[in-house]
Structure formats: C-alpha cells, structure tokens
C-alpha cells in the first residue's frame, strides 16, 4: 500500500491497488467540481490545486522567453521566424494541451514545448529543411506517439518496467531536475580543468546566485516550519528580492540567465499566430529536404526522446504524486499518455515544437496538486501569457531554478523503495539515477537501466524473467546508443 501525504490536520489516506486514494474517513465531493476531479477523493483541496497550478506555471515560465530563442536560427533557404509569433505559439500550445491533460487526463502534469525537441529540431534538422518541414516532422513524430498510445503498447512498456526501475526513474529525475536548476542558477558550470566547478571559475560570483540562494534557503526554511505554499512563497519572495537587488546594484542583463527582473514598460501584448498551420507534413522526405533516410532517422530520434522523457517523467511525478498503485501503475494512464502524444503533434501545428510533459510538474505537487484542476489552472495562466507575455520575464531563471532543486531532494525520498543490498536491481538503478544527470538526458537513464537489467538477468540464467517486452525495449535502446555508427551505415549526415 502506498501512502500520500496529506495536508496537516487531515487524516491520512492509503492507495489501494487500483491506485485510487480512499479516504480513511468519509470525504464526499463537495460540488460537481470535487466530484469530477476527484479532489478530496486523492486527499486534496482547492486551495492545494490552485497553489500548486501557479507554482507549476511560475517555475517553467521561462519557456516563453526560452524556446523562442532556441528556434530563432535560420533554416536552409536563411530564413527566420518572427520572434513574436513563437512566443505566441509557444504560449499556445502549453495553454491549449496542458488544459486538456487536466480536463481530459485529470493528472497534474503541465505540458509545453519540449528543450530536447526543439533543440533537436533547431540544431538536427532545421539547416537541411526549411522551418515549416521542420514542424512537420513534429507532426509527425507525435501521430507516431499516438498511434503507439492507441495500440496500447506506451502502456504495456510503461507498466512492464520493474518496480525497482521504476523508483529509480523517480530518484534519476530527481537529480536531474536538481541539476538543471543548480546550472541554470550559476552555481554548477561546465568546463574549466574540472568537468564541473563552483560557479563558472571555481567560485560563485555575482548577484543572481546570491538570489538563488535567498530563494532556495527560504523554501528549505519554510518546508521545514511545514508552511502551506512553501514553494509558491519562496519563489515570490525570491522574485521580488531579485527586482530588489536589480534596482539597488544595477546588475547588466547579460548577468542573468534570462531577462532582468525588471517591470515591462508595457506588460500587454498582442498575440501573433502568423505561424499556425505554417507545416509542410512531408516535405523533408523529398529532394530538396533530408531525403527519406536522413528524415526517418530524425523522427526516430524525436519518437525516442518524446516517448521516453514524457515516460519517464510521468513515471517521477505520478510516482511523487501518490498516484500510482503498488506495482507502480498509474490508473487512467493511457489518457495522459494519449495527450502527450497528441501535444507533439499540436505543437508542430501551431509552430511551437513538438510538446512534452515538463518536470517542473513536481514543483506542483510540491505544494500538494493531485489532480488535473491544477493543471488547468497552469494552463489557464499560459492563456494569460498569450497577452501578458512580458510578464513572464519578471521572475528571473536563477529564482525559477531554486524551486527545481528543492523537488529533486523531494523526489530522492523514493531511495528507500530500492533494496541496494540485490545488485540484479541495485545496478541497473544506480545507472538509471546517475546517467540521467551525467549525460543530461532522461532517455539514457532509461535505456542504460532497462540494457543492464536485462543483461544482468541473462547473464544469471533468468532470461525468461525480463519478459518479451523488456527484451524488445533492449534492442531498441541499443539502436539508440548506436546511432552514429547505424547513421554512418546508412550513410546518413
């Protein structure tokens, strides 16, 4: 039996087998909302939703800022995007399917355009397509997510994997999410005589780390008190620390990560949606764009990447959640997983980028989000941002980043799930938890937990035990590590 934590004063629920908290005393819904969201069903409240939808949103804003950015290089005839129609699409497309996650889905999982996707798309495919190839490549690898949803066998995959690696999933995401906020804050740099340092030279320099500090300690007091909001607070109070110190020391911009903390002049904007519909489903399979191979090796790659972050993902925050039964199994699973599918294909529509669940989810349900009424309000906030876009850069990347290291310590809790004394699991754990942060990549951690599982497993004669699925996950991965030298075979570039 799986226990969820509970809000203080509130008697505390179990999961049964089916993954569905029941309550240990009788908590009927208290209007038509309640009952359709399940939330005092999953031990929730409106306030915990509606706290945790916000935190979700403020701690992956920075996407509307970000992903413009990274799809702001030319593609092969030179051309450029508009600059306000991706934030425009970006804002779109997170608002549009991470309100069908919470209606349709009732999990508490934000979608929105997904950093490996769109670098992919930006560094892979873009020189040798044009932009509106591109996106329909995206079209294309979330019809494929789909219609391997509707098979049912992004289920089977996902309920096929062992327990252990399951748990190991959560904890790899967990570090993982960890690192990416300690990197975005500055505190964690690449290069330099060591693979990683203290800062960029060894040393922490500069305000913007002082804030993250200021932000991450805050939440760590405040959790520690057992403060309603902890993550929601902190981040606020970090925010306006940071416009704070901006004002008083006059920090250039170019020392923050994102755009200064600073009040737009003008905080409404007009949306663009010049680059809706802007796709061409098949044009980077002719001639004049990758050709047939080269195109079919990069829908692989973006079918990888989207099936198995968005797995693994959901895996880490439903597992946080208390969403999930005994075996690891999240009722209603294939409703998430169809729309993840489905966020991929909208996103190329709309000129966003294929779309994915994000792990700063966990931020959410952090604060106490079960259910999809969160995601709606994070969505609902994303169509604010269609017309209020300048106020996404208020709060700054190295605050946003605090609250990404506070759900990787949480999501470490699930280290204890895993019996380290067996090493048929505890190895293969450990490569799931450590490659997910080393190599930057949620897949990798994936793949080298589910290769060395297996193998280890043969390799004692239990061959059988892993399952067909399992076997087949194997081949598949090792393809995916394999992928230089298979594209070199294929004489791909």
Not at 118 to 142: E, R
Not at 207 to 235: Q, S, Y
Not at 252 to 262: V, Y
Not at 423 to 438: H, K, N, Q, W, Y
């Amino acid at each position: 039996m799986t226990r969820i934590p509970t809000e203080p004063g509130t008697t505390e629920r179990e999961t049964v087998e089916t993954g569905t908290p029941t309550p240990a005393a009788a908590a009927s819904p208290k209007n038509a909302l309640d009952l359709y969201f399940k939330i005092s069903a999953r031990g929730s409240t409106f306030g915990n939703e509606i706290r945790g939808g916000l935190t979700t949103f403020m701690a992956m804003a920075y996407i509307v800022l970000l992903n413009p950015l990274i799809l702001s290089g030319a593609d092969v005839t030179g051309a450029k995007l508009s600059h306000a129609q991706l934030t425009t699409s970006t804002a779109l497309a997170a608002a549009v399917v991470t309100i069908v996650m919470g209606v349709v889905g009732n999990v508490p999982l934000a979608v929105a355009a997904g950093l490996s996707v769109s670098g992919a798309v930006s560094a892979l495919v873009v020189p040798h397509t044009t932009w509106a190839q591109a996106f329909g490549l995206c079209v294309i690898y979330g019809l494929l997510i789909v219609l391997l949803v509707v098979s049912g066998l992004r289920e089977k995959i996902m309920n096929g994997i062992p327990l252990p690696l399951k748990h190991a999933i959560t904890i790899g995401i967990g570090l993982f999410v960890a690192l990416i906020g300690l990197h975005k804050a500055g505190f964690v740099m690449s290069g330099g005589p060591t693979l990683v340092s203290l800062g960029p030279f060894g040393e922490l320099t500069g305000w913007p780390v002082v804030c993250f500090a200021f932000t991450l300690l805050t939440i760590f007091v405040l959790l520690a008190r057992n403060v309603r909001g902890a993550i929601l607070i902190g981040i606020v109070a970090g925010t306006v620390f940071a416009v704070v110190v901006n004002t008083v020391a006059h920090i250039p911009t170019k020392a923050w990560g994102s755009a200064a903390p600073t009040w737009p002049g003008s905080p409404v904007s007009a949306p663009d949606f010049g680059l809706f519909g802007h796709v061409d489903l098949f044009g980077a399979f002719g001639g004049k764009g990758l050709g047939a191979i080269s195109a079919s090796v990069a829908v692989f790659t973006l079918v990888l990447a989207g099936f198995f972050d968005a797995m693994a993902t959901i895996i880490g925050v439903g597992t946080e959640a208390g969403l999930a039964d005994s075996q690891g199994r999240m009722p209603g699973l294939s409703k998430a997983l169809f729309i993840d599918g489905a966020g991929g294909a909208i996103g190329g529509l709309v000129g966003a980028s294929g779309q994915t669940v994000f792990v700063e989810s966990a931020t959410g349900v952090g604060e106490g989000a079960r259910t999809g009424l969160a995601s709606t309000v994070t969505g609902g906030m994303f169509v604010l941002m269609l017309f209020f876009s300048p106020l996404a850069g208020i709060v700054p990347v190295e605050v946003a980043a605090a609250a990404l290291v506070v759900i990787g310590s949480m999501m470490m809790s699930q280290a204890r799930h895993i019996d380290w004394a067996d090493r048929e699991v505890a190895i293969p754990a450990f490569l799931t938890c450590t490659l997910m942060p080393f190599t930057y990549s949620i897949t990798a951690g994936v793949a080298a937990g589910v290769i060395s599982y297996v193998v280890i497993k043969a390799g004692k004669g239990k061959w059988r035990e892993p399952g067909p699925l399992m076997w087949v996950l194997t081949a598949v991965f090792v393809v995916y590590f394999a992928l230089t030298p298979v594209k070199e075979w294929l004489g791909v570039h």
